[in-house]
T-cell receptor
Framework: EAQVTQNPRYLITVTGKKLTVTCSQNMNHEYMSWYRQDPGLGLRQIYYSMNVEVTDKGDVPEGYKVSRKEKRNFPLILESPSPNQTSLYFC???????????FGPGTRLTVL | AQSVTQLGSHVSVSEGALVLLRCNYSSSVPPYLFWYVQYPNQGLQLLLKYTSAATLVKGINGFEAEFKKSETSFHLTKPSAHMSDAAEYFCAVSKGGSYIPTFGRGTSLIVHP
């Protein structure tokens, strides 16, 4: 089954404790991206990648890191999480061109 | 820079009534436009997509959208709302070399019995 998977689905952590949210897709897509969803603000792009070893900042990259060492994986790293990073996070992938994005199920992160 | 504006954070309709969700974009070149739907506790899924082949685009679940260049709009409609249509709807735009779309703030559709 074609899908984007994210882990964990739910995470409660404390300020400053490094964490990684994994994202994997099995569709051989070139493009992958991370979004955060907050009430009233919609989806805001954090980082995106158009190919292996190619990443770029989105609209709200501060406090986040990403890497794209393999085509299928695009982990999101929070080196020192803060409460304002409490949010619902989505990973998405798409094939080359202006094509449909396939979204993961989301990761709900709470930083205390 | 491209941007998307969705008018109305909430739209409430009665079951069987017309659904109209508004989306306006800003773009100096022909854009690619999308509508996505997010059901409660789920990720987003594509409803429909405009790629310049036709100005009226039909999507899943009876939804359609019309691209109007003169108005820079891409409003989503459905003739008759169903309870199962209650969800969050997002308009998105991508253009040129930026293949990762920019999303609007979303419109929550509420359907009353």
């Amino acid at each position: 089954e074609a899908q984007v998977t994210q882990n964990p689905r739910y995470l409660i952590t404390v300020t400053g404790k490094k964490l990684t949210v994994t994202c994997s897709q099995n569709m051989n897509h070139e493009y992958m991206s991370w979004y955060r969803q907050d009430p009233g603000l919609g989806l805001r792009q954090i980082y995106y990648s158009m190919n292996v070893e190619v990443t770029d900042k989105g609209d709200v990259p501060e406090g986040y890191k990403v890497s794209r060492k393999e085509k299928r994986n695009f982990p999101l790293i929070l080196e020192s999480p803060s409460p304002n990073q409490t949010s619902l996070y989505f990973c998405a992938s798409s094939s080359r061109g202006h094509n449909e994005q396939f979204f993961g199920p989301g990761t709900r992160l709470t930083v205390l | 820079a491209q941007s998307v504006t969705q008018l109305g954070s909430h739209v409430s309709v009665s079951e069987g009534a017309l659904v109209l969700l508004r989306c306006n974009y800003s773009s100096s070149v022909p854009p690619y436009l999308f509508w996505y739907v997010q059901y409660p506790n789920q990720g987003l899924q594509l409803l429909l997509k405009y790629t310049s082949a036709a100005t009226l685009v039909k999507g899943i679940n009876g939804f359609e959208a019309e691209f109007k260049k003169s108005e820079t709009s891409f409003h989503l409609t459905k003739p008759s709302a169903h309870m199962s249509d209650a969800a969050e709807y997002f308009c998105a735009v991508s253009k040129g070399g930026s293949y990762i779309p920019t999303f609007g703030r979303g419109t929550s559709l509420i359907v009353h019995p």
